[in-house]
């Protein structure tokens, strides 16, 4: 099981960007497929983006499709940017890891411990 940490969470002003990073310690985020998820206060964890194997393809929540874009390095590092930034996108941010991309929670096997985001002028 990878152990995986992000980065990059913070105090952000409404239409701002912003990059998130999740950082893999035991094997390369080229062999495993990638998500990103989302929490917000009260809600249930939210499915936004996943990336496949290797040079494999992306997958986009229809709510995320638009504004959140995710990409991976070709070492141990996958990433999440947030463009346009509103205050509904205010949560703790995951990144997980599994055999394949999904939308779903249940199907990755490891999980980083959150990055808060909080979109407030």
């Known amino acids: 099981q990878v152990t995986l940490v992000e980065f990059g969470g913070g105090l952000v002003q409404p239409g701002n960007s912003l990059i998130l990073s999740c950082v893999a310690s035991?094997?390369?985020?080229?062999?495993?497929?990638m998500g990103w998820f989302r929490q917000a206060p009260g809600k249930e964890r939210e499915f936004l983006a996943a990336i496949g194997l290797n040079a494999g393809g992306t997958y986009y929540s229809p709510s995320a499709q638009g504004r959140f874009t995710i990409t991976k390095d070709d070492k141990n590092t996958a990433y999440l940017r947030i463009d346009s930034l509103k205050p509904e996108d205010t949560a703790v941010y995951f990144c997980?890891?599994?055999?394949?991309?999904?939308?779903?929670?249940?199907?990755?096997?490891?999980w980083g411990q959150g990055t808060l985001v909080t979109v407030s002028s």
């Open positions: 035991q094997r390369t985020v080229n062999t495993y497929a």
């Open positions: 997980a890891s599994g055999s394949a991309v999904s939308a779903t929670a249940d199907h990755y096997d490891s």
